[in-house]
């Protein structure tokens, strides 16, 4: 069976970093697309930052030159670097991996950016 577990999520200042990772266990084979998606309260849960197979990254408009996603050594691992945050990022944030077998989600991991 197959878990994505996130972590790297918490209280930070405006303008602060954080750094979100996801890691899966159990058996995937021919990962296609690495992700991060993100739900305020009240919204719908949308895109924040993707990384294919061969490392063509995609991100929000609203995240641009601010967030980075890139992939671990592990195949399997992928990461959300986080800078300047703004109190508009305060979302569950999370990971999703497409792969041949499936679509796999993490149970989310909560972001707040506070003063």
């Known amino acids: 069976q197959v878990q994505l577990v996130e972590s790297g999520g918490g209280l930070v200042q405006p303008g602060g970093s954080l750094r979100l990772s996801c890691a899966a266990s159990g058996s995937i084979f021919s990962i296609n697309v690495m992700g991060w998606y993100r739900q305020a309260p009240g919204k719908q849960r949308e895109l924040v930052a993707t990384i294919t197979s061969g490392g063509i990254t995609n991100n929000a408009d609203s995240v641009k030159g601010r967030f980075t996603i890139s992939r671990g050594n592990a195949k399997s691992t992928v990461y959300l670097e986080m800078n300047s945050l703004k109190p508009e990022d305060t979302a569950v944030y999370y990971c999703?991996?497409?792969?041949?077998?499936?679509?796999?989600w993490g149970q989310g991991t909560q972001v707040t950016v506070s003063s």
């Open positions: 999703l991996i497409l792969a041949n077998t499936g679509a796999y």
